[in-house]
């Protein structure tokens, strides 16, 4: 489209342009005070509002008030201050168009050439459990209209919208003795919209959550970013990590102790193990400990036992081939001993919500292996969005937080399954849930005996499961697999008996289902013949 203004010429990234005049009005002052005393001492004249205005003056700086600028007091408890053609002519008008320079000295207003403006915290707010009217108090109204005001005249005028932006204005103006770069401001106008856009983004999800509307007309996903990564799934794919500010602990919020930076799959695999750990509660508030070992995002070995150590081995028997390189999520604290094993075998990361410091000190031998500490585990029953992208769009649904109760089994076979094989069997169900369609999972004593997953037929997925036992029988030297009396799973319904029977060939005994085929008596009848015990639940768990 071309320009309305044939007068101005074509933007110039090498174009200089002074700074005079800063404008400054911030929520979070951690480093007002030391960034406004390095633009005071290079000569820029200060402009400011409210608090960020009191805290420049009472250190010892000069300071104008807005309200000097537009002849009016900030009113209606600060929602009105900047909302005026002084400040957004100073920020909008265009130095090089002679129309504009007029109108701005026929009305007094002069320019703007910095804005620093970081907004209310909305997202803190909301993020903190805040109610219905702080959470709608902090919807900033003037920062967001000022920003994109001085971001679409970046030709001429530097937008920062977080400290780190001040550094880099401060750091052309001492190099280029008080001029920026237009290639510096295009990027902070980059930054200004996309920052104002997240913010809104927030906004408009909150109301979405409150209302309970799950299709909003418009669904807007922001973030910010946490990591540029090296590349994506594969070398020839460029990609970046961005945390959604969401408070969900996970690899998004941990800290990352030691180890290379993370790679896209590293992330991904993080994610899943750490999401499945979290299914078995926290071992630090008295459940048991449980370990998951991933691998390309799903669990070749998951284990609980009475301790860390125990857990591990117990996991990592279940595939110990595919474990190599693998991701490794606990839920509690990782202690000396289990960190000592898990060294044993090249791993790529672990998670976990805390570790102790001799734990960490084991670690840190393997320089290369990345250690997470996320503070706490992810809510499995808490409610949240899952994005996932199409040709043209957008798939939008609740995460899978869907779990059955005790009342919620149904016994649907003469035989009702022991004690044991019930609690193998909810097991079973609960690590089914994060293992790609189709699904099949035996369980013996607390840990995974073997897994399939992925498959195109639920049959094919029971015998790979039952191949992957047969393997670590021959690894272990165990006079039979671990599947021979065993619970097994299935993700969803068996639409023939020919899966379940399988699974029953490889010496399962007891069976977790949904339920819900038109075959369904076929298959109960099935496992009356065999002697099996088998469980509806009433949910299905499909995982793509």
């Known amino acids: 489209m071309p320009s309305p203004n044939p007068d101005l010429t074509p933007f110039d990234p090498d174009r200089m342009r002074p700074v005079a005049r800063a404008l400054l009005s911030v929520s979070d002052k951690s480093r007002l005070i030391d960034q406004a005393r390095a633009l005071a001492d290079l000569g820029v004249e200060l402009i400011s509002t409210g608090g960020t205005k009191r805290a420049i003056a009472e250190a010892g700086m000069p300071v104008s008030d807005v309200a000097d600028l537009t002849g009016f007091p900030e009113m209606m408890d600060g929602r009105v201050k900047t909302l005026h053609p002084a400040v957004h002519g100073g920020l909008l008008g265009e130095r090089d168009l002679p129309s504009h320079v007029a109108a701005m000295s026929a009305h007094n207003i002069a320019p703007i050439d910095l804005l620093i403006v970081n907004l209310y915290p909305f997202e803190q707010a909301v993020s903190s459990g805040a109610d219905y009217e702080t959470c709608i108090e902090n919807i900033d109204i003037g920062g967001p209209a000022m920003i ?3 971001a679409k005249n970046h030709a ?12 880099a204005v401060l750091a052309e103006l001492r190099e280029h003795d008080g001029l920026t770069s237009g290639t510096l401001r295009q990027k902070l106008a980059h930054k200004a919209f996309a920052r104002t856009a997240h913010y809104d983004a927030a906004i408009s999800n909150y109301f979405a959550d409150i209302r309970g509307d799950m299709a909003p007309d418009y669904r807007i996903q922001g973030g910010s970013l946490r990591q540029s990564l090296r590349y994506g799934e594969n070398p020839h794919q460029t990609a970046a990590f961005y945390a959604d500010g969401s408070d969900r602990p996970g690899v998004a919020t941990a800290e990352q102790l030691q180890g290379k930076a993370l790679s896209y799959n590293n992330i991904n695999d993080t994610d899943a193990a750490y999401e499945l750990v979290a299914e078995f509660g926290d071992a630090r508030n008295g459940a048991k400990p449980t370990v998951a070992i991933i691998k390309h995002a799903n669990p070749c070995g998951v284990a609980t036992g009475d301790d860390f150590v125990s857990a591990y081995r117990a996991a990592l028997a279940c595939d110990p081939v ?16 289990t960190a000592t094993e898990i060294v044993k075998v090249f791993t790529e990361v672990v998670i976990a919500p805390a570790a102790t410091d001799d734990a960490i000190a084991v670690f840190k031998k393997k320089k290369n292996l990345r250690l997470l500490i996320a503070g706490d585990l992810p809510d499995p029953k808490a409610g949240s969005l899952t994005y996932r992208n199409v040709a043209g769009g957008v798939l939008v649904q609740d995460r899978d937080n869907g779990h059955v109760a005790e009342t919620d089994l149904k016994v649907v076979t003469k035989r009702a399954p022991s004690d044991i094989e019930m609690a193998d069997l909810r097991m079973a169900w609960k690590v089914a849930k994060h293992v790609k369609s189709n699904a099949i999972v035996y369980v013996k004593d607390g840990a995974t005996a073997g897994i399939g997953a992925g498959q195109m037929s639920r049959i094919d997925a029971a015998r790979i499961a039952a191949g992957k036992a047969e393997d670590a029988m021959e690894a272990a030297g165990w006079d039979q697999p671990k599947t021979v009396g065993s619970a097994v799973s299935s993700d969803a319904f068996f639409p023939f008996a020919d899966g379940m029977l399988a699974a029953a060939k490889a010496g399962a005994t007891s069976v977790i289902q949904p339920g819900g085929s038109i075959r369904d008596q076929e298959v109960i009848d099935a496992a009356d013949a065999a002697g099996l015990a088998m469980v509806f639940t009433g949910m299905r768990h499909f995982r793509h």
């Open 156 to 167: 001429h005028v530097a937008v920062c919208v977080d400290a780190d932006d001040v550094d």
């Open 322 to 337: 595919s474990a190599f390189g693998g991701i490794v999520a606990l839920n509690g604290l990782l202690d000396a001993e």
């Open 148 to 150: 994109r005001a001085g």
